[in-house]
């Protein structure tokens, strides 16, 4: 039975993602807004299409400068645009692979191998993916929503796995600036969750893991540089232009929609056996050694849930509508990180 659990079922769910993704990747044509992109590049070359994005189009600069020269090199090849979105992939892979190892390393005093860390980014990018398969095109098979929403995640992934660690260098330092820098550039409401969860961190470190030796200076750097950048994002011509093009905001429809978004994967009747199927998976997979739960990570996760649920309430809020998944994967990310802390333990890691 635990062959089954730690081995079978888990690579079996991987293969399904792995062939979803692929035929996803390679057998789709672009979005019309990545038409919009690979115009806007073609009349006015990478420097000129990201000045007219940010003053007209939606204000995220940093977005803009990825599409800008991604969609340069691209053009309208379908096979370069299968081979990006495995690269953003692998990205993503890294990233939560990353993070993984420096939580083992800072709060368990644990060295996760290589193999390790590759098999539980695998899993967990399955699950995910499967969590939200009615809209996994559009977080990853559409560039341009992947440049700003996958990306925006990735890059939170990495900034979080370096304010874990304890060493605190000027190298480290100035990464977390950069990557903080680049975070205010994407998703405003991921943004403003991730500057949260920064601060989040910095009190949780100080009252219920006051043993562990964070750096507080890239923390503090980590807070100001995205609000810095996010307000660049925000007081721009093409972000108010967005913003005057969406309907009314009515914060008790919000509440409704935030509630209706968290329910979608069920109400989804075709595909929950896709959501139930990877989220059990899942679980099995990460208590496969042994359940070891501290109360002090349930403060944790309950923090997730209320940043994963401001996080959905943001979106609906701004749209006046339920998150679409793109808006969504931030939040699920989360949650599902932090639930499989809950679980990771010395003995699970060493096994």
């Given at each position: 039975?635990k062959?089954?659990?730690k ?6 769910l991987v ?14 044509h672009?979005?019309l807004?990545?038409?919009?992109y690979?115009?806007l590049v073609?009349k006015?070359?990478i420097g ?5 994005c940010?003053?007209?189009a939606n204000?995220?600069w940093f977005?803009?400068?990825v599409c ?6 691209i053009?309208q ?5 299968g081979?990006y979105?495995?690269?953003?992939l692998?990205?993503?892979m890294?990233?939560?692979s990353?993070?993984?190892k ?6 368990l005093?644990q060295e996760?191998s290589?193999?390790?860390?590759t098999?539980?980014s695998l899993v967990f990018t399955?699950t995910?993916?499967?969590l939200?398969?009615k809209?996994r095109w ?10 700003t929403?996958?990306?925006?995640v990735i890059?939170?992934?990495?900034l979080?796995s ?15 600036l950069?990557l903080s820098?680049?975070?205010?550039g994407l998703?405003e409401?991921n943004a403003i969750?991730a500057?949260?969860?920064?601060f ?9 893991f ?7 200076l890239?923390?503090?750097?980590s807070?100001i ?5 996010l ?6 011509g093409g ?7 969406l309907?009314d905001?009515n914060i008790m429809?919000s509440?409704k929609?935030t509630?209706?978004s968290f329910?979608?994967?069920v109400l989804?009747?075709s595909?929950?056996?896709f959501?139930a ?5 899942f ?6 050694h042994s359940?070891?739960?501290f109360k ?13 649920a401001l996080s959905?309430?943001l ?16 939040g699920?990310c989360?949650l599902l990180f932090?639930f499989?802390l ?5 003995k699970n890691?060493?096994?």
């Amino acid at each position: 039975m635990k062959i089954f659990t730690k081995y079978i079922l888990p690579a079996a769910l991987v293969a399904g993602f792995l062939f979803y993704f692929f035929c996803d990747a390679f057998n789709r044509h672009f979005s019309l807004d990545d038409y919009f992109y690979d115009g806007l590049v073609r009349k006015y070359g990478i420097g000129g299409s990201i000045d007219v994005c940010y003053k007209i189009a939606n204000g995220r600069w940093f977005s803009h400068i990825v599409c800008a020269f991604s969609f340069y090199f691209i053009g309208q090849d379908f096979f370069l645009y299968g081979v990006y979105l495995t690269f953003l992939l692998l990205l993503f892979m890294f990233a939560v692979s990353t993070l993984y190892k420096n939580y083992a390393k800072s709060f368990l005093q644990q060295e996760v191998s290589v193999f390790s860390r590759t098999v539980f980014s695998l899993v967990f990018t399955a699950t995910l993916y499967f969590l939200l398969f009615k809209g996994r095109w559009e977080i990853w098979g559409w560039v341009s929503s992947a440049n700003t929403h996958l990306l925006s995640v990735i890059i939170c992934l990495f900034l979080f796995s370096l304010l874990l660690k304890e060493s605190q260098t000027v190298f480290s330092t100035v990464c977390v600036l950069l990557l903080s820098i680049c975070i205010g550039g994407l998703n405003e409401v991921n943004a403003i969750c991730a500057a949260l969860t920064v601060f989040g961190l910095l009190f949780l470190n100080k009252f219920y893991f006051p043993e562990i030796q964070l750096g507080k200076l890239k923390i503090v750097v980590s807070i100001i540089a995205i609000s810095v950048s996010l307000s660049t994002n925000i007081y721009s011509g093409g972000y108010k232009l967005r913003m005057e093009g969406l309907p009314d905001f009515n914060i008790m429809q919000s509440f409704k929609n935030t509630i209706h978004s968290f329910l979608f994967p069920v109400l989804h009747l075709s595909y929950l056996p896709f959501f139930a199927g990877a989220l059990l998976v899942f679980i099995l997979f990460i208590k496969s050694h042994s359940i070891q739960i501290f109360k002090k990570k349930f403060v944790v996760f309950f923090c997730a849930i209320a940043i994963a649920a401001l996080s959905f309430f943001l979106h609906c809020y701004t749209l006046s509508d339920v998150v679409p998944a793109r808006g969504a994967i931030w939040g699920y990310c989360f949650l599902l990180f932090t639930f499989s802390l809950l679980f990771i333990s010395r003995k699970n890691i060493s096994n």
